[in-house]
């Protein structure tokens, strides 16, 4: 019998009640999205913005050596670059920040930069502050200039009554320490101390900017942070900051912050436009009729805005929103509520790439199939345009990896079969949908990837593995049990305990947890190596994709609890302004 035939019959006596995630409701109507409306769309705040990006640019062209001191010029180039970066405003000063750079690593050492270029004595703030900046901006930098700082115990150690500045130069130090590369014990060593010693210092300092900051790098380390939402805690605490090596430091903060506050709010209306369309998209293309699925348009549309903060990159940003709504729609299709047959047909129809395969669909699947293969061609229609390729059959094979890899979950579901963890990781790296998500979205930018290019940062590459495998194992820990609730017993935590017998729910996730530590530090080398032939501009949308769903999984899985955390994150980063 055909199979479509058979699926037909099946539909018409479907007595079977079918599986269900349980998920909570979409969190934002349509209505209350087309609601929306801010002041910030006037001319006079983009003028006035415009006005202090060139007041800013002439302080960084102002810093110079005065009164023959020698101790603050690296320090005012470094404490400029590093606030522009984290007010989410080094978009307008690339060239400044590249000759502040290029200047304090022409003064770098083996043993970093001391008390003034013509100085011995170690700074563990100016050090650990140039360290990560040149590090995070692909210089080569030694994680041994730290080495000074350990005792011979190899030890970390700070002042027993520590200063405002000792504070500050552990909070750098443990900045850094986020960064390390694979094999660097040194950082190891620098963030478990720097760690300790900062959540000790919080009992014993007032409230103010500094234990807010404190507090914030402690809760986002590196992985869990990014630029829109890094942006939005800054500018709550900066207005307290006093930059000791300047001599009008009031004047410089006081610009710096209205500019980060401008640019926040600027962009803040340019995100209520497309989030209107993301949900009026949503809406027009009947998702919200099904009932089986998590509606999260608008959180997806969140990460990406907090990753793609230039207001070119539009497409973009409805892009990344519009595939991974279509993954996580397809993915509770294939783990809950499809049936067997029915996906082995939608699959099939995917491979097909034929409207009229929707035929012999479900009734709930046509919309879905019709509304991905729109989907897919129009950003494959934006990535010829930006890379001047053709991109589809690419895009499509990458999206038939994924279909298979569902398949096969879907079958060991069916089946009640448990795969070895070996198995498991190779096919949840790409079910997890990280591949998919990030290649179409990506091609749209205006960065040009040649095939060369993109084949270091798409799959085989270690950068993708490394990013598929540290986010399927961490949203393994965050919904493992969730997921056997729903009868979907495989994952890495089920399969490592079957391959090790007599190992514990916890040897598991200990190994698990090892596993991402590692990768985590492969990957920073991936992205930030010196000398590559991939500039890391082409990898860094990449590299921010994998935060942002690092993100959602830091207390819980926020993609299918998102009435929390991850709706205080659109709250902060999308709806909210900034008070000016």
């Known amino acids: ?210 234990s807010r900051e404190i507090e914030y790098v402690l809760e986002y380390g590196w992985l869990t942070n990014f630029p829109r939402l890094e942006a939005r805690n800054y500018i709550d605490v900066f207005g307290e900051e006093i930059c000791p090596y300047f001599k009008k430091p009031c004047i410089m903060v006081d610009k710096l912050l209205e500019l980060a506050k401008l640019e926040f709010n600027l962009f803040h209306s340019l995100q209520q436009t497309e989030l209107k369309h993301v949900s009026r998209w949503w809406k027009d293309s009947g998702f919200s009729q099904l009932t089986f699925t998590r509606h999260r348009h608008v959180e997806f549309y969140t990460l990406a805005s907090c990753i793609a903060i230039e207001p070119k990159h539009s497409a973009f940003r409805l892009g990344f929103a519009k595939v991974c ?84 979950e879907a079958k060991w579901i069916s089946s009640g079969y448990l795969p070895t963890f070996e198995e498991y990781l190779e096919n949840g790296k790409v079910s997890f949908g990280y591949r998919a998500a990030t290649l179409q979205p990506i091609l749209t930018l205006d960065i040009p990837l040649p095939l060369h290019i993109l084949q270091q940062i798409d799959f085989p590459s270690r950068f993708n593995d490394l990013a598929s495998s540290i986010l399927r194992l961490r949203g393994d820990i965050c919904g493992y049990q969730a997921e056997r609730s729903r009868g979907e017993e495989a994952s890495s935590i089920s399969c490592y305990m079957k391959d090790n017998p007599g190992s514990t729910e916890e040897d598991a996730l200990s190994h698990i947890n090892a596993m991402i530590s590692d990768n985590i530090n492969e990957l920073n080398w991936e992205l930030l190596k010196p000398n590559s032939n991939v500039p890391i501009s082409s990898k860094k949308h990449a590299f921010d994709i994998l935060r942002a769903f690092y993100h959602l999984y830091k207390y819980r899985d926020g993609f299918s609890i998102a009435k929390i955390e991850t709706k205080n994150l659109v709250m902060r980063t999308v709806l909210e302004p900034v008070p000016m």
């Open 1 to 210: 019998m055909d199979l479509a035939v058979e699926i037909a019959m099946d539909l018409a006596v479907d007595d079977v009640e079918r599986r269900v995630g349980d998920y909570h409701s979409n969190l934002w109507d349509d209505d209350f999205i087309q609601s929306l409306s801010t002041p910030y769309g006037a001319s006079s705040y983009r003028e006035r913005a415009e006005r202090l990006v060139g007041e800013v640019k002439e302080m960084f062209t102002s810093i110079s050596i005065e009164d023959g001191e020698l101790t603050s010029d690296l320090l005012q180039r470094l404490w400029m670059v590093d606030n522009v970066e984290r007010l989410g405003i080094s978009r307008h000063f690339e060239n400044e920040i590249k000759a502040a750079i290029d200047y304090v690593y022409s003064y770098w050492s083996d043993k970093g930069i001391v008390r003034g270029r013509d100085s011995a004595v170690p700074d563990l703030n100016s050090i650990a502050l140039g360290f990560r900046t040149l590090r995070l901006h692909g210089y080569t930098v030694s994680s041994d200039v730290f080495k000074v700082f350990q005792d011979r115990k190899g030890e970390f150690a700070c002042s027993a009554i520590p200063t405002e500045g000792d504070i500050k130069g552990v909070l750098n130090l443990l900045r850094a320490s986020y960064i390390a590369f694979p094999g660097e014990k040194v950082m190891e060593k620098a963030q478990t101390f720097a760690a300790t010693y900062l959540k000790e210092a919080l009992q014993k300092i007032q409230v103010s900017s500094l």
């Open 325 to 408: 709504y279509l993954g996580i729609v397809l993915d509770d299709i294939y783990d809950t509520f499809g049936k067997m047959k029915e996906l082995e047909l939608f699959t099939a129809a995917i491979k097909r790439w034929d409207p009229s395969t929707t035929e012999c669909l479900p009734e709930y699947m046509k919309g879905v199939y019709m509304a991905f293969y729109n989907c897919v061609n129009e950003l494959a229609l934006q990535a010829e345009k930006t890379q001047g390729r053709d991109m589809l059959n690419y895009a499509r094979k990458a999206w038939e990896a994924l279909f298979d890899a569902f398949l096969e």
